[in-house]
C-alpha cells in the first residue's frame, strides 16, 4: 500500500522501519530500549528536517517551522514557543545555514526531484514492514532519499551505522512489490561544511547484505530473541587500510 501521509501517522504505525531492524540486529533488547525512550530533537535533526522541507514540500515549511532572532530563554522565546507550539524553532543562524544548503542544490538534482512523488509512504501488510520516500520518479525507477551530512567521508564511514544499506535495500525492495517495478536507489548527500551536494548509490553486494539484515531482524523480532551466539569480529576495511599506511610511514 502507497499512500501520502503525515510524518506523525507514519512514525505511529506499527509496522517495522528501517531504523527498527537495524536496532534488532543490535538486540532485542536495544529494539525495544530505542521505543521506549524519548528522543529529543538535537540541532542536527531541526537543520536536516528543515532542508528536507524546504526541498520537498516547501508549502508546508510554515506549518512546521518558525524562525526566532534571538536568545532561546527570556519571557519573549517563552511566548514566541507557545505561539508556535508544535513547530520546531530555528534561531537565525540555523536558518542561514539550512537557506545556504537549500539555495546550493545543483539545477541537475532540481531538475531530477521536480517530477518526484514526495514523501510517500509504503505500508507492506503481508511482511509488517514500512518506509518512508523522499522521492519516487516512476518513469525513471529511482528513489531518491536526502541526507545532510557532517562532511563528505561521513557518507561512506557512517553509511554501516546508520543502516543505508539497510534503507537502500528494504526500500527498494518494498516499492518493488508495490509497482512491480525494478527501482534504483539513490542517495542525494549534502555536504553541511561546504554546501556541497553530491550523489551516491550501493553495490549488489551491500544490497545483498541489507536483506540479509533486513531477514534477521524480523527473525529477531518474531523470536524476541535476547541472546545470540558467538560470533567472530573482524576490523572494518577501512580501518585497517588507514592504520596500515601510518604504520608504513616514518615511525617517531
Known sequence: MIIHDTDKEYFAHEYLSRSDIANLN????????????QRSETKDMRIGSAVHCLIL?????????AVWDGVRKGKAYDAFSQENAGKSILNASENEDVMAMVESIPEEIALKLQPCAKEVSVYNDQLKLKCRIDAYDEKEGVIYDLKTISNIYEAEHHGP???????????????ELETFQKLKFVFLFIDKETNFWFERDYDDE????GRKQIERGVEIFKTKTTFTAR?????????????????SGAIL
Do not use: V, W
Open 161 to 175: 551505522k546508520f543502516a543505508y544499506h539497510i534503507q537502500a535495500a528494504l526500500y527498494g525492495d518494498l516499492m
Open 26 to 37: 543490535r538486540s532485542y533488547r536495544y529494539f525495544l530500549h530505542k521505543k521506549n525512550c
Open 231 to 247: 560470533e567472530t569480529m573482524s576490523l572494518p576495511a577501512y580501518y585497517l587500510k588507514k592504520q596500515n599506511e601510518l604504520m
Open 57 to 65: 514540500e516547501p508549502e508546508n515549511f510554515d506549518k512546521r517551522f
Open 206 to 209: 551491500a544490497i545483498e547484505f
